[in-house]
T-cell receptor, first 113, second 111 residues
Framework: DAGVIQSPRHEVTEMGQEVTLRCKPI?????LFWYRQTMMRGLELLIY????????DSGMPEDRFSAKMPNASFSTLKIQPSEPRDSAVYFC???????????FGPGTRLTVL | GENVEQHPSTLSVQEGDSAVIKCTYS??????FPWYKQELGKGPQLIID?????GEKKDQRIAVTLNKTAKHFSLHITETQPEDSAVYFC??????????FGKGTSLLVTP
């Protein structure tokens, strides 16, 4: 079975540009999570969805960040405009039935110059 | 909210030795405790988990123990191998709440 798929795997952009990260969860999983990982702050939950509906976005750092899940097999995390402090690895994870057992994708390494 | 502390931050062992990583949590209502392994350039992968109705769980060379009274849980890896080298994360949560992760332990197994 395919795991969680994320694209792109690496993204380098300049400050002020729009960045869109993509995620395809494991088929049949009802929950989808977006995380950010940095050395300083570790793994931070940004937002999660249940059945395509955003449930908790309290971890989204600023209005520059937005996330959507138009259907059960696709989600996006958008940063507009991007800033150098947004540089991090962004992970998408999905879960079959709740908030506990999560399966992570390979991540997108974002570098904002 | 839940606060998860993880120790040590780095751990170096010789191949064949055991490795132990410890985590403490603050929310006495937490009832699910997973451990994730993250290899370089990859996402965290679930390796073992335990729920609060058991005190210990084993899967081959990996075991997790839980002490609810003291609010701590530990990961034990026996007969370590170089491929066990990775960053390990603990997490804790209770039903209906998102996972709270520790800061990670970088384990190095030297041949």
């Amino acid at each position: 079975d395919a795991g969680v798929i994320q694209s792109p795997r690496h993204e380098v952009t300049e400050m002020g540009q729009e960045v869109t990260l993509r995620c395809k969860p494991i088929s049949g999983h009802d929950y989808l999570f977006w995380y950010r990982q940095t050395m300083m702050r570790g793994l931070e939950l940004l937002i999660y969805f249940n059945n395509n509906v955003p449930i908790d976005d309290s971890g989204m750092p600023e209005d520059r960040f937005s996330a959507k899940m138009p259907n059960a097999s696709f989600s996006t995390l958008k940063i507009q405009p991007s800033e150098p402090r947004d540089s991090a690895v962004y992970f998408c994870a999905s879960s079959p039935r709740g908030l506990d057992t999560q399966y992570f994708g390979p991540g997108t390494r974002l570098t904002v110059l | 909210g839940e606060n998860v502390e993880q120790h040590p931050s780095t751990l170096s062992v010789q191949e064949g030795d055991s490795a132990v990583i410890k985590c403490t949590y603050s929310d006495s209502a937490s009832n699910y405790f997973p451990w994730y392994k993250q290899e370089l350039g990859k996402g965290p992968q679930l390796i073992i988990d335990i729920r609060s109705n058991v005190g210990e769980k084993k899967d081959q060379r990996i075991a997790v123990t839980l002490n609810k009274t003291a609010k701590h849980f530990s990961l034990h890896i026996t007969e370590t191998q170089p491929e066990d080298s990775a960053v390990y994360f603990c997490a804790a949560t209770r039903s209906g709440y998102a996972l709270n992760f520790g800061k990670g332990t970088s384990l190095l197994v030297t041949p």
